[in-house]
């Protein structure tokens, strides 16, 4: 048997904030979901001004992040015509998300979970997911620091 790790509630609360101060940054209202490394969905935020029809998105991304183990945006590169995935987005009756703004959330080689950003253009939700992602990985490096170094 082998032990898989996972972010938690509070991973998943931490991301969320990190991804709305990222947002707030920009100045770009967002729908942040985080999901397991299956794809259940952990925390789900929707900033006041954020699209509504985009929340869905942002779940997808967040999925597709954490199931392909690959950030969204690479596979929107890679999924145009005549490139090798084209044609991805339309498996699994069509959830696999192309758009950036989904990230997997590594800790230690392992993904643990990822973060789906949607409400802005791709750019920005991509920006916003990597922010969040750079700043929870800074954050569990100062957690699990020894006192003192």
Same mark, same amino acid.
């Given at each position: 048997?082998?032990?898989?790790?996972?972010?938690?509630?509070?991973? &998943? $609360?931490?991301?969320?904030?990190? #991804?709305?101060? +990222? %947002?707030?940054?920009?100045?770009?209202? /967002?729908?942040? *979901?985080?999901?397991?490394?299956?794809?259940?969905?952990?925390?789900?935020?929707?900033?006041?001004?954020?699209?509504?029809?985009? &929340? $869905?998105?942002?779940?997808?991304? #967040?999925?597709? +992040? %954490?199931?392909?183990?690959?950030?969204? /945006?690479?596979? *929107?590169?890679?999924?145009?015509?005549?490139?090798?995935?084209?044609?991805?987005?339309?498996?699994?009756?069509?959830?696999?998300?192309?758009?950036?703004?989904?990230?997997?959330?590594?800790?230690?080689?392992?993904?643990?979970?990822?973060?789906?950003?949607?409400?802005?253009?791709?750019?920005?939700?991509?920006?916003?997911?990597?922010?969040?992602?750079?700043?929870?990985?800074?954050?569990?490096?100062?957690?699990?620091?020894?006192?003192?170094?």
């Amino acid at each position: 048997m082998r032990a898989v790790p996972t972010l938690d509630a509070e991973d &998943a $609360a931490q991301l969320v904030g990190f #991804a709305i101060g +990222a %947002a707030k940054a920009l100045g770009v209202p /967002q729908n942040v *979901a985080v999901v397991d490394p299956a794809g259940a969905l952990l925390a789900f935020h929707r900033m006041d001004g954020a699209k509504p029809y985009t &929340a $869905a998105f942002a779940i997808a991304k #967040a999925r597709t +992040a %954490a199931g392909l183990h690959v950030a969204t /945006q690479r596979l *929107a590169e890679i999924a145009t015509p005549g490139e090798r995935g084209f044609g991805l987005n339309s498996l699994k009756g069509g959830d696999v998300a192309i758009l950036g703004g989904g990230v997997p959330v590594v800790v230690d080689g392992a993904v643990v979970g990822a973060i789906g950003i949607s409400s802005g253009t791709v750019h920005e939700d991509a920006e916003i997911a990597d922010r969040a992602v750079q700043d929870f990985g800074d954050y569990i490096t100062r957690a699990t620091r020894p006192a003192g170094s």
